[in-house]
C-alpha cells in the first residue's frame, strides 16, 4: 500500500488513480450507454450531457478541497472555467472541419469519441512536459505570461472568422494515404482489392486532434499560469475537454449567438498573463487565487451577456431552424 502514497508530480499517486477512474468510468458509460450506436445527438440532448459533465468538473474541485485545501480549489475552478471557456474555439474548428467533410451528425459523436481519447493522453504528455520545465526553469512561466498577453492581444485584433481545413496537412495526408472519396459508413479505414484505405472520418479526426494541440500552445500556459500544480492543470483539463462533445453538440447551431465573445477571451487571457507580472510588482508570491476566480468570472459574464444581448434578434430564427 505504500506505493499508493508516494508521489508521482508532486501529488499522491492513489489521487491520480481516483481521477483516472473516474475518467474510465465516464468515457464507458457515455460510449456504452449515452451513445449505443451511430445515432444524431439533439440539442436538448447535449444540452442535458453538457449540464452533467459541468457538474461533475465543478463537484470534482470538492475533492480538491478535500485533499489539497481552499486555495488549490480555487486555482482548480479558475482552470476548469478558463478551458471550458476557451473550448468554444475548438467547437468553432471542429463545426467547420465537419462541414468540409460533409460529417452526418450521425458520425460525428464516433470522431469526437476517439478524438476526446487522442486528447487526454497528447494534453497529458504537453503538461507533464511543461511541468518539468517551469520546475526546472522558472522563468519559464514568465515566457508563458508574456505570450498569453500577445496571444490576447492579437485575437482582439485579429479577425479570424476566416478558416480553412484545406491546409499542408490535409495535402499532405492526401498525398501519403489512400483515401475513399465517399464515406464509408462510420469506418476510419476499410480495404478495397487488397489494399488498404482510409476513409474522410479518418481525415476528420486526424485534422481535430491537430487542432486541439494548435489551440493547447494557448490553453495549456494560461492554466500553468493560474497554478504550475501539474495535478491540478491536469485534472481542470481533461474535465473541461471530456464535455467537449456535448458541448460542440449543444452550441454548433448557435455559435453565432457568442460573437462578442471572443473580445471577453482576449481580455481573459491578457489578465491571465499579466496577474503573474503584477504579482511580482505587488510584491506577492502569487496573485491571490480568490481574486483570480472572481475576475475569471465577471470577465466571462459580460462577453456572455453582451454577445447574447447584441444578438437577440437572431435567437428566433435558430429556434425556427
Not at 470538492?62 to 486555482?75: D, L
Not at 476513409?199 to 476528420?204: D, K
Not at 495549456?220 to 481542470?236: G, H, K, L, Q
Amino acid at each position: 500500500m505504500e506505493i499508493l502514497t508516494s508521489l508521482f508530480l508532486g501529488t499522491p499517486l492513489w489521487m491520480w488513480l481516483t481521477f483516472i477512474t473516474i475518467v474510465l468510468v465516464l468515457l464507458a458509460a457515455d460510449l456504452g450507454l449515452v451513445n449505443n450506436g451511430d445515432q444524431e445527438i439533439g440539442v436538448s440532448k447535449s444540452l442535458r450531457l453538457s449540464a452533467v459533465y459541468i457538474t461533475l468538473g465543478m463537484a470534482f474541485s470538492g475533492f480538491v478541497y478535500w485533499q489539497m485545501g481552499s486555495e488549490a480549489t480555487a486555482q482548480y475552478l479558475t482552470a476548469f472555467v478558463v478551458e471550458k471557456t476557451l473550448a468554444m474555439d475548438n467547437v468553432f474548428v471542429i463545426a467547420l472541419i465537419f462541414s468540409s467533410f460533409a460529417i452526418p451528425r450521425m458520425y460525428q459523436h464516433r470522431v469526437l469519441f476517439w478524438g476526446i481519447l487522442g486528447v487526454i493522453v497528447l494534453r497529458g504528455i504537453m503538461i507533464g512536459l511543461g511541468a518539468t520545465l517551469v520546475a526546472e526553469y522558472s522563468w519559464l512561466l514568465y515566457v508563458f505570461a508574456a505570450f498569453l498577453i500577445f496571444t490576447g492581444i492579437k485575437m482582439m485584433f485579429t479577425d479570424e472568422t476566416n478558416h480553412s481545413v484545406d491546409g499542408p496537412v490535409l495535402r499532405f495526408l492526401k498525398k501519403r494515404m489512400r483515401v475513399t472519396e465517399d464515406l464509408v459508413g462510420n469506418a476510419f479505414f476499410v480495404k478495397r482489392d487488397g489494399l488498404r484505405y482510409v476513409t474522410p472520418l479518418f481525415l476528420a479526426l486526424v485534422l481535430i486532434e491537430i487542432a486541439d494541440l494548435v489551440f493547447a500552445v494557448d490553453s495549456v500556459p494560461a492554466v500553468f499560469a493560474i497554478t504550475t500544480d501539474p495535478f491540478i492543470v491536469y485534472t481542470s483539463n481533461i474535465f473541461a475537454i471530456l464535455g467537449l462533445r456535448a458541448l460542440y453538440f449543444a452550441l454548433s447551431a448557435i455559435l453565432h449567438r457568442f460573437a462578442y465573445l471572443k473580445y471577453a477571451l482576449s481580455l481573459l487571457l491578457v489578465f491571465i498573463g499579466s496577474k503573474v507580472f503584477v504579482a511580482d510588482w505587488m510584491d506577492l508570491e502569487k496573485f491571490p487565487p480568490s481574486w483570480s476566480l472572481g475576475v475569471t468570472f465577471a470577465i466571462l459574464a459580460a462577453g456572455v451577456g453582451f454577445s447574447l444581448y447584441k444578438t437577440r434578434g437572431q435567437a428566433k430564427v435558430v429556434e425556427q431552424h
